[in-house]
Nanobody, 126 residues
Framework: QAQLVESGGGLVQAGGSLRLSCAAS????????MGWFRQAPGKEREFVAG????????YYADSVKGRFTISRDNYKNTVYLQMSSLKPEDTAVYYC???????????????????WGQGTQVTVSS
């Protein structure tokens, strides 16, 4: 399994921006689809964004489409989530996720995930 470490979370006002990073070790991410999930208090963990292993395709939850951008730097073994126009409902713990197998689709449900990060808190104040 890879070790994934998220960073970049914090407290931001509504309308603001944050950039989350996910640094991987123990395994190169270049052959794996990667994703971001989030979990708000009392809610299920949900898919936020994903990027294919070949970087050709990105996918977003409807709730973040047009506001969030996922990207990857395979040389740095790092995945990013740029979040803009943040809303209070974006408040959650954000988790980085690596697909369970190489060259497979973006992990969009928990069952597709092979490795999770520990999560980083994002709080958006109104």
């Amino acid at each position: 399994q890879a070790q994934l470490v998220e960073s970049g979370g914090g407290l931001v006002q509504a309308g603001g921006s944050l950039r989350l990073s996910c640094a991987a070790s123990g395994r190169t991410i270049s052959n794996y689809a990667m994703g971001w999930f989030r979990q708000a208090p009392g809610k299920e963990r949900e898919f936020v964004a994903g990027i294919s292993w070949n970087t050709l395709n990105t996918y977003y939850a409807d709730s973040v489409k047009g506001r969030f951008t996922i990207s990857r730097d395979n040389y740095k073994n790092t995945v990013y989530l740029q979040m803009s126009s943040l809303k209070p409902e974006d408040t959650a713990v954000y988790y980085c996720a690596m697909a369970g197998r190489i060259w497979t689709a973006v992990p969009s449900v928990s069952g597709d995930v092979g490795s999770w990060g520990q999560g980083t808190q994002v709080t958006v104040s109104s």
